[in-house]
């Protein structure tokens, strides 16, 4: 058995010597370039060249790679529709550059002319390219191997032998053997054609199909999709409205009635946080207790939402993203009345939750002179306070309480139709409480405390502390479909790089001595050592049910005896 033999690049043979036909084609389903040498004159002939360079790979390639380079200033520049405060800061401190920005559709990249036409030229050049390679792969799996070609000898890998075994029985063990290995193979004239490998074009396909769903799926997701927070306290209730937001964002196409009817009310919430060690303060636990209900009268549930685990409803889900702690506190006028009580959400400063906030009494309030006043204490809270650590809270649990208030009287503000932050102070129009010492008044309350406003102004209790949570509802349509294109990209990826399509070829033939010749040859899409590998393995025990035959000895040359007379006439 001779062995095989492989050439380190395709010969480039002659024209007679190309005579593969039929046998190398169609390994792949990427379309010829027949406009190369350029389109011919006409409107349909440059239509026909335009159409060709969209739907080409490489121009799908580089769309993709300007996709990608554009998405870089919509994660470096503020975006209108994701946060508009950060644009008008932006504009606020660059004066130059915001309107070059607008210009150009920076604050909105998504939504931008320019990104559109990419993503648009990106979608039509991806299905172009696609449909005509899946109907000629449909044609191709229709289809048989192409027959061996004349000269086997000519392929990268082949090799051959001689048997005693009749033509007949060698093609059926190779058929046989074949088909073992998952080889689609039939007989043609005096040889089996057999090939393998048909998923690395799936592969390919499934790829570039796997793009358009994600591309479709984010497209949808952008124009249908809602985002919106709120923050309840414990014991507080919320339900899916707009009204009911404290924040909402939307795609472009999303309808008010698109909104998943649903409600839910926090009852509770639970956090536990390391107490020693080099992790001390880290939170262990975070988790809500909710009550919700689906629709107008759905019944009562209950459940727990924790971090990265939200609640499902319909299309929308709840996620836990904050935490922090609301003071409840009591403020009465000069005459004993009650003008304010409520639990006051501060918001955390660090992360031993040292909070801060603004506690507002709008309506209701009249001073010893029984004037109407608006009063604003400007709020600092540590849930552990240690004593001699006036500026921040030393633990995140609540193991020693302290809420410490500054009190103002005056005009808040809030009337003059500016908005104004609820966590901040506008102290334009405010003044201060003096203390007997004439300084600013403030002090630190401990939970069943009270601070009594100078002058007969009234006084501020500290009740107790509530915890509250900060939901983020989103309804993201789509985001299904784009995981699943994700998931086949990756392994019609994997599948397109690691699979090799390739063909084999045995031909068993009568010599002119009587016996069986055999030829096997294989030939790959690309170069690699799988085929020759591949091929050497098929032919060892394919040439263990056909051995070989011993070769023909050659006739004994006749040479002059240099002893011997010459013939009777011959010449001397």
């Not at 792969?137 to 086997?152: H, N």
């Not at 649903?262 to 946080?273: H, R, V």
């Not at 107008?296 to 409803?313: F, M």
Request: proline share 7%; net charge neutral; glycine share 10%.
């Amino acid at each position: 058995m001779s062995k095989t033999t492989t050439t380190g690049d395709t010969p480039v043979a002659a024209p007679e010597d190309q005579d593969l036909g039929a046998a190398g084609s169609q390994l792949s389903t990427a379309p010829a370039d027949t406009l190369a040498g350029g389109p011919s004159l006409g409107v349909i002939g440059w239509a026909r060249w335009f159409w060709r360079q969209l739907t080409s790979m490489r121009v799908a390639l580089l769309l993709l790679l300007l996709l990608a380079l554009g998405a870089i200033p919509g994660s470096l520049i503020p975006q209108t529709g994701q946060d508009a405060t950060k644009v008008a800061d932006f504009e606020k401190n660059h004066p130059t550059l915001a309107p070059i920005y607008d210009k150009l559709g920076l604050f909105h990249v998504y939504g931008s002319v320019w990104f559109s036409a990419i993503y648009i030229l990106l979608f039509v050049s991806l299905i172009g390219c696609i449909v005509p390679r899946t109907w000629q792969f449909v044609g191709q799996l229709r289809g048989r191997p192409p027959g061996a070609p004349k000269r086997l000898t000519r392929l990268p890998a082949h090799t051959t032998w001689r048997t005693q075994a009749e033509p007949e029985q060698v093609r059926e063990a190779a058929l046989a053997l074949l088909r073992k290995r998952r080889f689609r193979a039939h007989v043609v004239g005096d040889a089996v054609a057999a090939e393998k490998g048909y998923l690395r074009e799936v592969g390919n396909l499934a790829f570039h199909i796997a793009l358009i769903v994600m591309l479709v799926a984010f497209a949808w997701g952008q124009l249908f999709k809602s985002e919106g927070n709120k923050l309840l306290v414990e014991g507080n209730g919320f339900s899916n409205t707009l009204i009911s937001y404290d924040d909402f964002k939307s795609g472009n196409l999303f309808s008010v009635d698109d909104l998943t009817p649903f409600s839910f009310a926090l009852k509770d919430f639970t956090g536990t946080y390391e107490v020693s060690g080099p992790n001390k303060g880290t939170p262990r636990t975070y988790q809500a207790a909710l009550t919700y209900s689906e629709g107008a009268y759905g019944k009562d549930r209950k459940t727990v939402v924790k971090v990265n685990h939200p609640l499902e409803i319909g299309d929308s889900k709840v996620y836990l993203t904050a935490h922090g702690y609301a003071p409840v506190v009591t403020v009465r006028d000069g005459k004993g009345n009650v003008v304010f009580h409520d639990a006051v959400p501060l918001l955390p400063l660090d992360s031993n939750v040292t909070s801060s906030g603004v506690i507002k009494v709008l309506d209701g309030y009249r001073n010893a002179k029984g004037v109407t006043e608006q009063l604003g204490f400007q709020a600092f809270f540590l849930p552990s306070y240690a004593p001699g650590n006036e500026v921040s809270s030393t633990f995140p649990a609540l193991l020693n309480p302290v809420l410490n208030l500054e009190p103002y009287h005056g005009d808040l503000g809030v009337n003059s139709g500016i908005p104004q932050s609820v966590y901040q102070l506008d102290k334009t129009h405010m003044k201060d409480f003096k203390d007997s010492k004439g300084l600013q008044l403030r002090d630190n309350l401990r939970p069943g405390e009270t601070l009594t406003l100078p002058g007969g102004a009234g006084s501020i209790t500290y009740e107790g502390t509530r915890e509250w949570a900060n939901f983020q509802i989103t309804q993201q349509p789509g985001s299904g479909w784009a995981l699943a294109g994700s998931l086949t990209a990756i392994f019609g990826l994997a599948a397109s790089l690691f699979i090799q399509r390739r063909r084999v070829w045995v031909r068993a033939v009568r010599g002119a001595d009587g016996v069986t010749v055999v030829e096997m040859a294989g030939l790959g899409r690309s170069e690699s050592a799988k085929v020759p590998e591949e091929l050497g393995d098929l032919a060892g025990v394919l040439y263990d049910r056909a051995p070989g035959a011993p070769e023909p000895e050659d006739p004994p040359s006749e040479s002059p005896d240099p002893q011997a007379v010459p013939a009777e006439g011959a010449e001397k």
